[in-house]
């Protein structure tokens, strides 16, 4: 199961910020983005549903860079989807940690390039 997160404009960003604050901005943000994909993998493996430990394991394994700023977790596992749409406790822990760390991974990044003027 994978759970997407889009965020539109990012090449136009991308290109605004090479001129600005150069490849080394880039580089920092791409090392936030990937600390905050780890630590939802983390927060949404520790609320996820427990049987075999399988799913969590699946979900703490699972985050990899795509390109530069661009990371995904998730799980392979079948049941993964079901249990984030349809387990009566724990239902969304995947989109719930994403929504949790939200502002402050946007905060962080906006840290970044502040910075940078």
Same mark, same amino acid.
């Given at each position: ?20 604050? &150069? ?10 983005? +990937?600390?905050? /994909? =780890? *630590? ?33 977790? &998730? ?10 749409? +349809?387990?009566? /406790? =724990? *239902? ?26």
């Amino acid at each position: 199961m994978k759970i997407n997160v889009n965020i539109t404009g990012v090449d136009t960003l991308t290109k605004k910020i090479e001129g600005v604050a &150069g490849q080394a901005a880039l580089d920092n943000a791409d090392k936030i983005t +990937e600390t905050y /994909t =780890r *630590k939802m993998a983390n927060e949404s493996a520790s609320s996820a549903p427990v049987d075999s430990g399988d799913l969590r394991a699946s979900i703490v394994a699972s985050p990899r860079k795509l390109e530069q700023g661009v990371w995904e977790y &998730g799980s392979e596992l079948a049941y993964a989807k079901r249990q984030e749409y +349809e387990h009566s /406790t =724990r *239902k969304g822990f995947i989109r719930k940690s994403v929504w949790n760390n939200r502002t402050p991974y946007r905060n962080a990044i906006r840290k970044e390039f502040t910075q940078w003027k």
